[in-house]
């Protein structure tokens, strides 16, 4: 798995393989599905990725899932 940012657009891309990317699918706002040939998740793209972390608990901090 890695990780690439382009601070240009503000787009998080989270590659889960090296395969080609076939098809993309919107998940929900601003978050997308890269697919291959066989509709296997590949990739994600997070598109406002700096508003979306800032959401996210800071480095020592626990929320509590329900």
């Known amino acids: 798995m ?3 940012y382009d601070g240009e657009y503000d787009i998080l891309y989270i ?3 090296d395969k080609k990317v076939h098809d993309t699918q919107p998940l ?7 697919l291959d040939e066989e509709g ?5 793209e997070i598109w406002q ?3 979306l972390l800032s959401l996210l ?8 899932v329900k």
């Open 2 to 4: 890695r990780t690439r």
């Open 15 to 17: 590659d889960i393989t």
């Open 28 to 34: 929900d706002e601003g978050i997308l599905l890269d």
């Open 40 to 44: 296997n998740i590949v990739g994600i």
């Open 49 to 51: 990725a700096s508003k």
């Open 57 to 64: 608990p800071k480095d020592g901090e626990s929320e509590e």
